[in-house]
Nanobody
């Protein structure tokens, strides 16, 4: 599966952004979709994941209550709504896909998008 992320940009602290990730292929609905991010000089880290049905989600603690992951299987698209953004959210955000359960490690994800840069100024 191929993934294309978009929606990043430069915003101020407290603003909102919505990232999108469009996938190719007819089996999108069978994939667990996840968002990861990588800040300069840091390792890529898990942000959020959503099950194939959308019924189960998982978030890293630092974004709980601020970010929401969702998906539209009819549009082959997964979203990450980011509210109350903080400077520490600044990173390149990547979407990823896997078949199976919701997992947080990058090593379990088979397909990756190219990343979209989110910059939050203070």
């Amino acid at each position: 599966v191929q993934l294309q992320a978009s929606g990043g940009g430069l915003v101020q602290a407290g603003d909102s952004l919505r990232l999108s990730c469009v996938t190719s292929g007819r089996t999108f609905s069978s994939y667990v979709m996840a968002w990861f991010r990588q800040a300069p000089g840091k390792e890529r880290e898990f942000v959020a994941a959503i099950s194939w049905s959308g019924g189960n989600t998982d978030y890293t603690d630092s974004v709980k209550g601020r970010f929401t992951v969702s998906r539209d299987n009819a549009k082959n698209t997964v979203y990450l709504q980011m509210n109350s953004l903080k400077p520490e959210d600044t990173a390149v955000y990547y979407c990823a896909a896997r078949v199976g359960g919701l997992l947080r490690s990058t090593k379990w994800y088979d397909s990756w998008g190219q990343g979209t840069l989110v910059t939050v100024s203070s």
